[in-house]
């Protein structure tokens, strides 16, 4: 991900008496009638306002902060322009060199310029950009991607994970005919209007209601609240919540969808059985269980989250490393449910964009290339060498702190002794206001791009790639090591 709200919270208590209750009115809307299940998001509705007026000073600015993404405005440290990125770093304008430890928010698996990708583009140039043509390289990526996720007997290619999501939902309600989609608090999915639910860009994290489910609380301003009613948020690793659902809304859920390692509140796994416990209601209720594992796909192994945990899922959705920096993004699943799909199927999942023939060529370069393993021990080494080396710094300076990982992708929490298992844990626990001092030395004053970057209320997890070295993980230690001599943790 990343929705980036790094505000502080008493600006939101200002928000009204800074730019009156008018304005703020145009942006929220009516308030909500559902009776408190719904919260508006004051934290967003400042930012909208302050961007607002930012760029309405500013005349001769054509982007909206940053025209490419919001995430890539690291408000921390404040604008930071790239000119060029190569192996596991980045050049800023004023052509210093940053080690990277976001690359591409999960996607740059094998560094910014890998060979075996610029290889691919470069030969299939040649070819025409083939735009919404089927070839045989199509052909190839879906037998080859068939042949390793557990789930997947059949591939729809799309370009984004938000995409990806959305239909996966649709097919789940499709095929079941049933309407409620169950989420849990914290996962991401993309910033479609319907998932973008009790979120980390969401003010707080949810109470629970007398059904187990959580208050609704949109992670963005703009979605009128129906949206969520058909999305019932639940707490991470709560099996009773999820069964209190299915009785709630008895007969009427398509599905659940999750992040089989909740990478974006900085990697909690599931609970021991957790997974399978979903996997045996949602068969016992008639409902799909979705794995979105745009993050977790082809980071550890080849058949991702599901094949490390054991529970293959019904359908599965892909992005990020699937095509390490290209855009290409996918849906897979058992033939019963993907044949939904249109020209089979009723389902209709197509765009433009899909399947463009240079993401294809790379994307099936990249699964021919991982195919050996090598590039995954490689990484797993590393994230070792990142966990021990982290553990000793905190410890050396009595900093409490749990992590964990997958596939090159280490969740840092500060300030906990022990592994927190919902995102309202981590809300109570996460020091923020430490993080992000910590984080805005370690950008500027040590050069580490997006290293221990706090969101809103939990850490973004630490990325590795394929390109970042030993070396460059021994310097990553020392530096923090030399950043908390000089800052106190409280
Ligand atoms: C787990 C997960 N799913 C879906 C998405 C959305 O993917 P995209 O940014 O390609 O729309 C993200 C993005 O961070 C994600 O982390």
Known sequence: MKQMSFADAEHSENVESLYGTT?????????????????????LVFHRLEGAMKDMESKEETRVGNVLAGWNHLSIVGPVHIKNASGARVQVATGEWYDDYIMGWGSCLLGHDSTIIKESITRSLSQGFLQQYETDKHRLLSERFCAV?????????????LEATMYATRIARAVTGKRMILKFEGHFHGLNDSLTWNIDSSPRSGKVLASGELERLSGTVGIPDEYGMLTVPIPWNDTHAVQKAFEQYKGDVAGIILEPVALNIGCIRPDEGFLQELRALTSQHGALLIF?????????????????????????????AFGCGMPIAG??????????????????????????????????AIIEHLADGAVFRYIT???????????????????????????????????????????????????????????YMLSNEYRLYG????????????????????????????????????????
């Open 149 to 161: 996720v557990p789930c997947a007997e059949k591939l729809r290619l799309v370009n984004s994970g």
């Open 23 to 43: 304005i703020l009115h145009q942006f929220t809307g009516p308030s909500s009638k559902n009776g408190g299940c719904f919260k508006r998001h004051p934290l």
């Open 381 to 439: 080494a590393l994230e070792s060498q990142l966990k021990k080396g982290l553990w000793d710094v905190f410890d050396k300076h009595g900093i409490p702190c749990y992590l964990d990982s997958y596939g090159g992708r280490i969740g840092v929490h500060i300030g906990a002794y022990e592994r927190p298992r919902t995102m309202k844990e981590i809300e109570k626990l996460y020091p923020v206001e430490f993080a992000k001092k910590l984080f």
């Open 451 to 490: 290293f221990l970057m706090p969101l809103s209320y939990c850490p973004e997890p630490v990325t590795l790639s394929a390109a970042h070295t030993p070396r460059m993980i021994e310097d990553a230690c020392e530096r923090l090591n030399s950043a908390l001599k000089r800052l106190r943790f409280s």
């Open 331 to 364: 849906i897979a699943g058992k033939a019963e449910y993907m044949d939904i799909i249109a020209p089979r199927g009723p389902v209709q999942v197509s765009g433009t964009n899909t399947g463009r023939y240079l993401s294809v060529s790379a994307a099936l």
């Open 292 to 320: 979105d594992e745009v993050l977790t796909g082809f980071r550890a192994n080849l058949g991702g989250a599901q094949k490390d945990f054991g529970v293959v899922p019904d359908i599965a959705t892909y992005g990020k």
